[in-house]
T-cell receptor, first 113, second 107 residues
Framework: DAGVTQSPTHLIKTRGQHVTLRCSPISGHKSVSWYQQVLGQGPQFIFQYYEKEERGRGNFPDRFSARQFPNYSSELNVNALLLGDSALYLC????????????FGPGTRLLVL | RKEVEQDPGPFNVPEGATVAFNCTYSNSASQSFFWYRQDCRKEPKLLMS???SGNEDGRFTAQLNRASQYISLLIRDSKLSDSATYLC????????FGTGTRLQVFP
């Protein structure tokens, strides 16, 4: 069975640009969460979606937004990119309740110049 | 104060050694706890859940002390392949990760 997939794997943007990251959960999983991991730190929670509704939001500015589609895939959007947005963006999927059992995708490595 | 705190290491140990990692969490409402393993430039992978009664998986033993808000991971008979970063995680309504403890096992 395929695990969580993310695209693209790597991305280079410049300050002020916009980026869209995509995630497909494990088949049958209904929840997707997004995390940001900067070098030397643990992943930081950004959003969680379950059954296409936002279930949680971390302490990130409004430049970050996300959505979940009817097929349970998800997009993370970041506007007005800053140098500090350079990080590994991880997507994790859960089958449903309990939502704490999460499986991570390989991530998208974003570099903002 | 970070919600989940870990010693960042690195812990450098020889093959066959026993190594212990500790972690504290600040939110007493945390419901579940986990250890994840993360290899360099890879995604975190669930190593094991942590229960108050303690749980063991082969060479790995995890323990939770709710009164002290303390979590531990013990690795016995370390292998070269155990070299990685070990992330302590608490769950309330989201996963809260520690910074991670880096382990390097040498021959």
């Amino acid at each position: 069975d395929a695990g969580v997939t993310q695209s693209p794997t790597h991305l280079i943007k410049t300050r002020g640009q916009h980026v869209t990251l995509r995630c497909s959960p494990i088949s049958g999983h209904k929840s997707v969460s997004w995390y940001q991991q900067v070098l030397g730190q643990g992943p930081q929670f950004i959003f969680q979606y379950y059954e296409k509704e936002e279930r949680g939001r971390g302490n990130f500015p409004d430049r970050f937004s996300a959505r979940q589609f009817p097929n349970y895939s998800s997009e993370l959007n970041v506007n007005a990119l800053l140098l500090g947005d350079s990080a590994l963006y991880l997507c994790a999927s859960s089958p449903g309740a309990p939502l704490e059992t999460q499986y991570f995708g390989p991530g998208t490595r974003l570099l903002v110049l | 104060r970070k919600e989940v705190e870990q010693d960042p290491g690195p812990f450098n140990v020889p093959e066959g050694a026993t190594v212990a990692f500790n972690c504290t969490y600040s939110n007493s409402a945390s419901q579940s706890f986990f250890w994840y393993r993360q290899d360099c430039r890879k995604e975190p992978k669930l190593l094991m859940s942590v229960y108050s009664s303690g749980n063991e998986d082969g060479r790995f033993t995890a323990q939770l002390n709710r009164a002290s808000q303390y979590i531990s991971l013990l690795i016995r008979d370390s292998k070269l392949s155990d070299s990685a970063t070990y992330l302590c995680v608490a769950y309330t309504d989201k996963l809260i990760f520690g910074t991670g403890t880096r382990l390097q096992v040498f021959p």
